[in-house]
């Protein structure tokens, strides 16, 4: 694992457990009222980021990852996100997971990220 930018990064999913205790974290505050990090239940710091991505049908995918540790959980959600929110990042469904998550942390690096959701 090298920088926060992703290089050279091997990326690992989280276990269940730790996938929950994220979802817990995020769910304290809803996120749509406060984007915000939280606390990476491996390595202990504050910084597990969220994105979301709306699909057809109602549906959308959501990704979480830790660029400390190098772990990261998605999942396609039945809850759509709000009906007004900022995608800022354009997200190809077909991209490799790896190379998703690296885009995702160069633009929340970036200033792109977190979500505006109005």
Not at 22 to 40: D, K, L, N, T, Y
Not at 48 to 73: E, F, I, M, N, T
Request: with cysteine; hydrophobic share 35%.
């Amino acid at each position: 694992m090298a920088d926060m930018l992703g290089t050279d990064r091997t990326w690992r999913t989280y276990d269940w457990r730790d996938a929950l205790s994220i979802e817990q974290g995020f769910a304290e505050v809803s996120f749509w009222v406060e984007p915000r990090q939280v606390m990476c239940p491996i390595d202990g710091t504050v910084s597990v980021r969220s994105y979301y991505q709306r699909l057809s049908g109602g549906k959308s995918a959501r990704y979480r990852w830790c660029p400390s540790c190098g772990h990261y959980s998605g999942q396609t959600v039945s809850v759509p996100p709000p009906p007004d929110f900022a995608e800022p990042v354009a997200v190809d469904i077909d991209t490799r997971l790896p190379d998703l998550l690296d885009g995702l942390e160069k633009a929340w690096c970036a200033g792109l990220l977190p979500q505006a959701f109005m």
